[in-house]
């Protein structure tokens, strides 16, 4: 069975600064894809950033990253330069053979 | 290309009532996933489809049902409501491995 665990409910950061979401999961699959989604208050979920197990380079797209550590099971997602627009609900998933699994979120507020 | 759709938006139903909920996935998605999603228990998978065929199933009982058609549109069933089906829920549609997610239909169940 797939699990996926994000153990902080709740985060805020200063405007400009750095953050760091934490997800961790565990797999019997092989093959695997992991996610983050931001959902934030209009509700729609949207890709933020998507990572292939099989690659060990860290994945990017722009102010975000991830620190994809494959042998620990775990799957951080950097924000730098936090924006005001950041603030939402953050989602890690896995994905596995025609299943989604979604950690329970965390609650991340930019503060001005 | 247009984005994953959900009709409606919202709906309110009373306790014992059935429930279609439509998703229109975008042009060339072939899959189809259902998630309830409330406050308590986060997102929950309910279903997948692909190719008119449903390949995998949550933790939901029976009374939650799903379909899609040729056209790779898909619609959700739920029959004898409960209060506690009241939630958020939401498709999302794929093709190669990322899903991406429609807007959600709100059900309030009185």
């Known amino acids: 069975a797939q699990t996926v665990t994000q153990s902080q409910p709740e985060m805020s950061v200063q405007e400009a600064e750095t953050v760091t979401l934490s997800c961790t999961y565990d797999?019997?699959?092989?093959?695997?894809?992991l996610f983050w989604y931001k959902q934030p208050p209009s509700r729609q979920m949207i890709l933020v950033i998507r990572?292939?197990?099989?690659?060990?380079q860290n994945a990017t797209e722009n102010r975000f990253s991830v620190n994809f550590q494959k042998a620990a099971k775990s799957f951080s997602l950097k924000i730098s330069d936090s924006q005001l627009g950041d603030t939402a609900m953050y989602f890690c998933?896995?994905?596995?053979?025609?299943?989604?699994?979604f950690g329970t979120g965390t609650r991340l507020k930019v503060l001005a | 290309k247009a984005g994953v759709t959900q009709t409606p938006r919202y709906l309110i139903k009373t306790r014992g009532q059935q429930v279609t909920l439509s998703c229109s996935p975008i042009?060339?998605?072939?899959?189809v996933s259902w998630y309830q999603q409330t406050p308590g228990q986060g997102l929950q998978f309910l279903f997948e489809?692909?190719?008119?065929?449903?390949?995998n199933k949550g933790n939901f009982p029976g009374r939650f049902s799903g379909r899609q058609f040729s056209n790779s549109r898909s619609e959700m069933n739920v029959s004898t409501l409960e209060l506690g089906d009241s939630a958020l829920y939401l498709c999302?549609?794929?093709?190669?491995?990322?899903?991406?997610f429609g807007p959600g239909t709100r059900l309030t169940v009185t």
């Open positions: 990572q292939e197990a099989y690659k060990q």
């Open positions: 998933a896995a994905s596995g053979t025609y299943k989604y699994i």
């Open positions: 042009s060339g998605h072939r899959s």
């Open positions: 797999t019997s699959e092989s093959n695997y894809y």
């Open positions: 999302a549609s794929s093709s190669t491995g990322e899903q991406y």
């Open positions: 489809y692909f190719s008119e065929t449903q390949r």
